[in-house]
């Protein structure tokens, strides 16, 4: 048997608080919330795991549950540090190290706040490259992505505003999501549907992006089990197969980046596709990763969904949004449903739920919310735009 499909995911859950909570919230209790939520989700016993795959906290994890992993990946290249852990865990049941992987994550980013910075886990920190790039004007995430925003005006004469409908049609996917910061004004009091000028129009942040093309800043703990076959297939969830996944970077200080308006999805997705036997237009629904606009926008040309430059059209001509062709971001993306800081795990657990038949409940999503889809492509990035893990999942 090959690598492809040698693993599944068989459950995928989150904290019972996301977003925005009252009381500040510990990194490792939006951990341990969710894990338990999956073990009871599919009726797997934390004691049956035996790989544990987090970004940087798997040795602690593993204490707070009392377990002691035969696998331990502790892999933390930013918010696609998830889809590269499902990888790993696919590589290690087919080599036959374990059988049942966890792959889990918390983030504080709210109430870190609040904590006075306890509590939450705070990945890099200031590198001696930022001495080199805040110099010529990178100095944060906005920053850096403003700037892939102007190179992409620049070479394909495109403008802050066709990446407006991106943000526009993530909310309309928001609004069929109850969970969803951006819900609506019950939810938010600047949640609901938005308008291109709405976009245009908000406060700026790092011209030329707005407050509107930039992701929320939130609390989530999400968790996933991959299992092998024997045992997927024996479980009372539905599994949802691991075909093809890649991983690649091209950089870490973006001033070595060759080029801001490609990123290395091109060759983690070509991987991906390959392991699969697939290829873009086999994808039926599609989980990009939307730090800010131009992030997904980039992603779709990268991964093969859109021509070099036209990324954009797939949510300015509708084809992204609710009852279009290919289903982006169904969950309201990082830009309204939830983005803690490294957003890969709410990609991952939103994929499984469409695959798996479970995304419109009346908690995790209302009419409208279930594609059709049976193929997904998953794509998170990390850094700034500079590290990238591609899944292919399919539907059993």
Not at 49 to 70: K, T
Not at 178 to 204: L, W, Y
Not at 306 to 311: D, L, Y
Request: charged share 15%.
């Amino acid at each position: 048997m090959g690598i492809s499909k040698a693993a599944a995911i068989v459950g995928a859950a989150e904290s019972i608080e996301i977003g925005y909570p009252e009381d500040p919230k510990t990194a490792i209790q939006l951990h341990m919330e969710s894990i338990k939520a999956v073990s009871d989700q599919t009726g797997i016993p934390i004691s049956d795991i035996d790989g544990v795959f987090s970004a940087g906290m798997s040795s602690e994890i593993a204490e707070h549950l009392g377990i002691h992993p035969r696998y331990i990946d502790t892999t933390q290249v930013g918010g696609c540090s998830f889809e590269m852990h499902v990888h790993h865990a696919l590589a290690a049941i087919h080599a036959g190290i374990i059988d049942i992987a966890l792959v889990t994550h918390g983030q504080n980013g709210w109430s870190q706040r609040r904590l006075k910075g306890g509590g939450g886990f705070r990945p890099g920190g200031n590198s001696p490259g930022m001495q080199m790039t805040s110099a010529y004007g990178l100095s944060g995430a906005p920053s850096n992505y403003s700037h892939a925003m102007t190179a992409h005006n620049h070479r394909f004469g495109t403008t802050p505003e066709d990446f407006a409908h991106i943000a526009v049609v993530t909310r309309e996917w928001a609004t069929l999501n109850p969970r969803a910061v951006m819900h609506s004004k019950e939810t938010h009091e600047f949640g609901g549907p938005i308008t291109i000028e709405d976009v245009q129009n908000a406060r700026m942040i790092s011209w030329p992006l707005t407050l509107l093309h930039c992701c929320l800043v939130t609390d989530h703990g999400g968790s996933v089990i991959v299992a092998r076959p024997e045992i997927a297939r024996s479980l009372k969830t539905n599994p949802v197969w691991i075909a093809g996944a890649g991983e690649c970077m091209s950089h870490q200080n973006m001033l070595e980046m060759g080029d801001f308006t490609a990123t290395s999805a091109h060759k983690s997705s070509q991987i991906a596709y390959e392991m699969a036997g697939m290829g873009p237009a086999d994808m039926e629904l599609a989980l990009l990763y939307d730090s800010f606009t131009i992030t997904a926008g980039i992603t779709a040309e990268m991964v093969g969904l859109a021509p070099r430059g036209e990324g954009y059209k797939l949510w300015k001509d509708g084809h992204a949004a609710p009852g279009g062709r290919l289903p982006i971001n169904t969950n309201g993306g990082g830009l309204s449903f939830n983005h803690s800081g490294m957003y890969g795990m709410q990609l991952l657990i939103e994929a499984y739920r469409q695959l798996s038949g479970t995304a419109e409940d009346g908690i995790n999503g209302i009419a409208g919310k279930q594609t059709n889809a049976r193929t997904c492509i998953v794509n998170g990035t990390g850094g700034s735009l500079s590290t990238t893990g591609t899944l292919i999942l399919t539907s059993d």
